[in-house]
């Protein structure tokens, strides 16, 4: 008599990967259905600091310690761009303050400014301080923040350099 070896089948293992799945977005689902966010965690109140030079600071002074300077952005190559806002939109985009600045329109026309400018190959500024209307939705602020990051400063570098301001009361 011969004895044979039976070689069993060994069955390969496989994981119900339907089933995990399953599970994983339904407890995925309940945590955020039963996510309840403390009411001051949802409210927050930006408070922006104050620009501040960034150029033309005499050797040994930090920018902006001069408190005699009543006007501290003057000389600093700083272009002003003041954008007041009409029911959450943009109601003009001025070059310079809202009493005396060149209204340009909207975003399209800010961008035809700029390429005006620049093609001239003379653009004496470095830095860009935005005065936004209190009540300018957030999108329309960015269309304007994403043409001025889009200029190309005729040194080949990008104009980065933003700040903001708050437009006063009836500006």
Request: glycine share 12%; net charge neutral; charged share 25%.
């Amino acid at each position: 008599m011969s004895r044979r070896k039976h070689k069993k089948k060994q069955e390969k293992v496989e994981l119900n990967l339907a089933a995990m799945l399953d599970m994983a977005f339904q407890l995925l689902t309940f945590f955020i259905f039963s996510f309840k966010p403390d009411p001051r965690e949802g409210q927050l109140n930006l408070r922006l600091p104050k620009p501040e030079p960034v150029a033309m600071a005499k050797d040994g002074q930090q920018a902006g310690s001069d408190t005699n300077n009543s006007n501290p952005v003057a000389g600093i190559e700083t272009l002003v761009i003041s954008i007041p806002s009409n029911g959450g939109n943009i109601d003009g985009i001025l070059i310079g303050s809202v009493a005396d600045g060149n209204n340009v329109g909207g975003p399209n026309g800010l961008d035809g400014w700029f390429k005006g400018q620049m093609d001239g190959g003379d653009f004496p500024f470095k830095q860009v301080i935005l005065q936004v209307g209190s009540k300018l939705r957030y999108s329309e602020l960015m269309r304007v923040v994403d043409t001025c990051i889009r200029q190309t400063l005729p040194d080949g570098s990008k104009l980065t350099k933003l700040s903001f301001v708050e437009l006063p009361e009836g500006g």
